[in-house]
DNA sequence: TTAACATACGTACAGTATGTATGTAAATAT
DNA sequence: ATATTTACATACATACTGTACGTATGTTAA
């Protein structure tokens, strides 16, 4: 039988966990429609009717894990009402998230690759890269942090943040560990951008 | 007629520098086998006789660019005798070189995605990520720098770095000027790593 | 000098993947 | 109740990589 307006969400929604799956798996290249939509039970016309093509299921894909991953770091930074603890709170929180279930695979590694680094940045400034940047631009506005360029200093600490994503997710057996340090050093370079205080 | 070493040496590094040229400006995925051996003046398998498969020819070039890149930094960081100076030229030709001739879709963007991120890793750390390390090194055992991981700082500084690369590649048309808005923020980030002096 | 072998290709084809055009039954709107 | 849109399936066109195989030319050693 047919499905319903709810039933058909419900298919869609389904696809991305499927591809997800795939994605992170095999990675975008090696990841297979075909696969995906059988293990759906479905065709690839039913794919090519949701999404525009390979690019447009990633696309669905990557948005549903920045989401998530944004999600975390929000409520971390939310913890706290002292800023320079939200900023590390935040920070230590999108290193746990994008670390999460092979994450980074397709936030940081197929992401700027498949989408281009033009379109990922704009994404990745929707969600993740945003909070970052508000965070920064309302410190500086605090006198919190040194009049320095505030997109510079997103771009350093993401990029930062990103690499150290990327080599935590490569000692899994000893994360909580290197999550630590890399923490430790964040917070010796978040240092240098710290106005000295003079009341 | 056939060709003797010296000549193959040749027809393999043009098939490096025009397959350089193809993966800059279409990207991997869509860069044609078939246009690059045409450009040539060969056919495939011409190319899969000199290399496994594509990914192995991106390898290769992947290589060349790095080797490039490397000695900017190098070059540029043995112009001092200063241990600190020298960290902070190598990190300003690093970024200069990268953003050079779109080499940051092939260091950056397609490197880690093609080539996996543990061999990518491999093949940086053979390259420009690896002087980064030995100077943190070097400096920590001077007692310029704190005493936290050597890994953990190389990793963040790598990835601010990179990600810096890709942000000045995307304002091409005031190239200079982020260029310097990146180095401050660089400057200013090393510094909460530099260790106070207390002789 | 010539026989044995390696090298440097070219050609043809197989396999696989994406994407597109079209058909169709069910659901929804009118 | 009928028309139209939706949600797929099917079939096919296209493009690309990779591989098997053939061949002509260099190279080396007997």
């Given at each position: 039988m047919k499905k319903n307006k709810a039933e058909t969400e419900q298919t869609v929604q389904n696809l991305i966990n499927i591809a997800r799956h795939h994605f992170t798996a095999y990675g975008y290249a090696n990841a297979s429609l075909e696969e995906i939509v059988k293990e759906a039970g479905l065709t690839r016309g039913a794919l090519y009717h949701h999404f525009k093509n390979k690019k447009g299921l990633f696309l669905a894909v990557f948005e549903a894990v920045q989401e998530e991953v944004?999600?975390?770091v929000e409520a971390a930074?939310?913890?706290?009402?002292?800023?320079?603890?939200?900023?590390?709170?935040?920070?230590?929180a999108f290193l746990e998230g994008a670390v999460e279930s092979h994450n980074q695979r397709i936030l940081l590694i197929d992401g700027p690759a498949v989408l281009g680094w033009d379109t990922f940045r704009k994404m990745d400034e929707k969600?993740?890269?945003?909070?970052?940047?508000?965070?920064?631009?309302?410190?500086?506005?605090?006198n919190l942090i040194k009049p320095l360029s505030v997109e510079a200093m997103?771009?350093?600490?993401?990029?930062?943040m990103n690499e150290a994503v990327l080599w935590i997710a490569n000692?899994?057996?000893?994360?909580?560990?290197?999550?630590?340090?890399?923490?430790?050093?964040?917070?010796?370079?978040?240092?240098?951008l710290r106005e000295e205080q003079n009341t």
């Amino acid at each position: 039988m047919k499905k319903n307006k709810a039933e058909t969400e419900q298919t869609v929604q389904n696809l991305i966990n499927i591809a997800r799956h795939h994605f992170t798996a095999y990675g975008y290249a090696n990841a297979s429609l075909e696969e995906i939509v059988k293990e759906a039970g479905l065709t690839r016309g039913a794919l090519y009717h949701h999404f525009k093509n390979k690019k447009g299921l990633f696309l669905a894909v990557f948005e549903a894990v920045q989401e998530e991953v944004g999600g975390y770091v929000e409520a971390a930074a939310a913890q706290s009402k002292d800023s320079w603890d939200q900023l590390v709170n935040g920070c230590q929180a999108f290193l746990e998230g994008a670390v999460e279930s092979h994450n980074q695979r397709i936030l940081l590694i197929d992401g700027p690759a498949v989408l281009g680094w033009d379109t990922f940045r704009k994404m990745d400034e929707k969600y993740s890269m945003n909070s970052l940047k508000e965070q920064l631009q309302s410190m500086q506005e605090q006198n919190l942090i040194k009049p320095l360029s505030v997109e510079a200093m997103t771009h350093c600490l993401s990029g930062s943040m990103n690499e150290a994503v990327l080599w935590i997710a490569n000692h899994l057996d000893r994360k909580t560990d290197v999550i630590k340090e890399a923490m430790t050093v964040l917070r010796h370079l978040l240092e240098g951008l710290r106005e000295e205080q003079n009341t």
